[in-house]
Structures are given as structure tokens and as C-alpha cells.
């Protein structure tokens, strides 16, 4: 499907900032259909993105809508849910949130939908494991929004203490989206010097103990993170609608775990086309399985009637 329509099914804080970061950006994106159990929420939502279309940098049409309306839509994102609270983990969520996904999935999948799912609702790894489930597509198709956040914190975090721009360091967090997350301290460069060979140990921990900690934070003084979550969504979409082969850590099916977890992966117009092969340290490789078991048990926890 080429039609380059998104719909964002939840019109929360995460939804609708990443309605308003596509609209303030020059994106392949041509249409918005928000949607969300409170219809006239949506409704707002999209009425108060239009007033922006005469000055954003590019026009994109918008509107709300239900979820029969994904038929047509080439990536389907998946906002919605219970909120995450203060000092509640992101797997405490999966309860709630597994049965909300279950009949959602099940109405955007009648309505004939064929594109590409992009779960962004926390526990977001587990959640995607389960779309991918509910949803019957192939696995390629079915992309959580992985540690592509986590990453951009580390990136960010890395250059305050190396005085450098974060774009200009490659380094990536995998594993669970949550306190499981792993740094690829092996792999982080700068330049193509090893940040391993700039910073200490200690001042390495203190970063990934920041980046672990960031959500937390920031949902303890503000109840809730978007604006971050929101543009790396839109980089995602980016990828995908423009098959930029951008590799980016985004959560997907791992047939060896039998998970999905962030991990490198190449984003392009048909999904995940592949996911790298990343030689690890043997530390990292351990703690990537402990994230990975994390992730299993929370899913073992989870049982359906057939």
C-alpha cells in the first residue's frame, strides 16, 4: 500500500504529540486519522492540529476516525492504553494493557487493514510480541518502537560529557524497553574513537544508570514522557514510508527467544528487513539474556482461552 496514511489510535499525550511532530516536519506522511476510545477527544485532537496546517512546513491531511478506517492505512500506531503511573514499572502495566490490545487489533485487522503495526504502548516489547500474535501478520510488519528512545537518551547523555554533538555518537541501548535495558558500550563510538577508550567505567555506569532512570524522572515531575517518544516515532515512520534502510534499535520477533526486544535492525518500506548480527562482549551478551528472560516471564504470565 502506497497511500502514505498513518492512523494513531490513541489521542493521549504520546498520540498526539506524534501528530503534531509529523505535522511540524517535511515527512512522506499525506494523511492522519486519529482515533481513540473517547471519539471526541480524537475529535479535538485533529481540529486543533488543522489550525496548524497554513504554517507547518508541510500539508498533511487530518482527520479523526474509527478503526474501520485503517483499511487503507500503511502503518497502523498503537498509542493507546492504561497510562504509566509514578514508580510503576512498565511489565506492571501488561495486564491492563494486553486485553485493551487483544480486541483492538482484532477490530483494525477486520476492517481488512494489510500495512504495518507500530506499537508504541508500554510494556511496549511484551505488547508487540502479543500484536504480532493477535494480529496474524508477518513479523516484519509487526515493529514496537523498541529502545530507539533509549538510544537517543544514551546519544544525548554520551556528548554532554564528551562536549559533542549526539549525532555524532553511535550508540545503542537493546533488550527491554524498562530496567532490563542494556548499553553496547563495546560498539559506541565517536568519530571512530571507542567511547570506551574516552570515559571510565564509572562515568560510563552513571550514564546508563541515567538513561535506565529518565522515564521515571520525567513522569515523576510531569506525570508522563511524549515529546521524546513522539520523535523518534516519527523517525521510525520516516524510515519506513520513505524505505530510508535506516538502522535504527526498534523492537521486533527475535525466533531465537521467541521475544520481540530493540535490538539494530534495517527499517524500510516493508518493515523490519533485517536485523543485524552485532557481536557482543560476553558481559553485554549476559545481561542481554537476563533482559531477554525478563521479557519471557512477563509473557509466560499471560494466558488465553483458544
Keep these: 500500500m502506497d497511500n502514505n496514511k498513518v492512523m494513531i489510535v490513541g489521542t493521549g499525550n504520546v498520540g498526539a504529540s506524534i501528530a503534531f511532530?509529523?505535522?511540524?516536519?517535511?515527512?512522506?506522511v499525506?494523511?492522519?486519522?486519529?482515533?481513540?476510545?473517547?471519539?471526541?477527544?480524537?475529535?479535538?485532537?485533529?481540529?486543533?492540529?488543522v489550525d496548524a496546517?497554513?504554517?507547518?512546513?508541510?500539508?498533511?491531511?487530518?482527520?479523526?476516525?474509527?478503526y474501520k478506517d485503517a483499511k487503507d492505512c500503511d502503518i497502523?500506531?498503537?498509542?493507546?492504553?492504561?497510562?504509566?503511573?509514578?514508580?510503576?514499572?512498565?511489565?506492571?502495566?501488561?495486564?491492563?494493557?494486553?486485553?485493551?490490545?487483544?480486541?483492538?487489533?482484532?477490530q483494525i485487522m477486520d476492517s481488512?487493514?494489510?500495512g504495518i503495526f507500530l506499537v508504541v504502548t508500554n510494556p511496549m516489547d511484551v505488547l508487540t510480541y502479543f500484536a504480532l500474535k493477535f494480529s496474524g501478520l508477518p513479523a516484519e510488519r509487526v515493529i514496537g518502537s523498541g529502545t530507539v528512545l533509549d538510544s537517543a537518551r544514551l546519544q544525548q547523555?554520551?556528548?554532554s560529557y564528551l562536549n559533542v554533538n549526539p549525532k555524532s555518537v553511535h550508540a545503542y541501548q537493546v533488550g527491554e524497553h524498562g530496567d532490563s535495558e542494556v548499553t553496547l558500550w563495546s560498539l559506541a563510538d565517536v568519530g571512530g574513537q571507542k567511547v570506551e577508550d574516552l570515559l571510565d567505567s564509572?562515568?560510563?555506569?552513571?550514564?546508563?544508570?541515567?538513561?535506565?532512570?529518565?522515564a521515571y524522572e520525567i513522569i515523576e515531575r510531569k506525570g508522563a514522557t511524549y515529546y521524546g517518544i513522539a520523535s523518534c516515532v516519527v523517525q521510525i515512520i520516516n524510515s519506513i514510508l520513505n524505505d530510508e534502510m535506516r538502522v535504527l534499535p526498534v523492537s521486533s520477533y527475535d525466533g531465537f527467544s521467541g521475544t520481540c526486544f530493540g535490538w539494530p535492525s534495517v527499517v524500510g518500506r516493508e518493515g523490519v528487513i533485517r536485523?543485524?548480527?552485532?557481536?557482543?562482549?560476553?558481559?553485554?551478551?549476559?545481561?542481554?539474556?537476563?533482559?531477554?528472560?525478563?521479557l519471557k516471564n512477563a509473557q509466560s504470565k499471560i494466558k488465553f482461552k483458544d
Design 112 to 114: 481488512g487493514f494489510d
Design 30 to 49: 499525506n494523511e492522519i486519522v486519529l482515533t481513540d476510545i473517547v471519539a471526541k477527544d480524537a475529535e479535538g485532537e485533529a481540529m486543533d492540529l
Design 21 to 28: 511532530a509529523i505535522t511540524q516536519q517535511r515527512t512522506a
Design 202 to 214: 564509572g562515568m560510563r555506569e552513571d550514564i546508563s544508570e541515567f538513561v535506565r532512570a529518565k
Design 157 to 159: 547523555r554520551t556528548a
Design 275 to 294: 536485523r543485524l548480527d552485532v557481536k557482543l562482549s560476553e558481559k553485554e551478551g549476559i545481561d542481554l539474556q537476563k533482559s531477554i528472560n525478563v
Design 76 to 106: 497502523v500506531v498503537i498509542t493507546a492504553g492504561a497510562a504509566q503511573r509514578s514508580n510503576e514499572t512498565r511489565l506492571q502495566l501488561l495486564k491492563k494493557n494486553v486485553n485493551i490490545l487483544k480486541g483492538m487489533i482484532q
Design 53 to 66: 496546517l497554513a504554517v507547518s512546513p508541510s500539508y498533511v491531511k487530518i482527520s479523526n476516525g474509527t
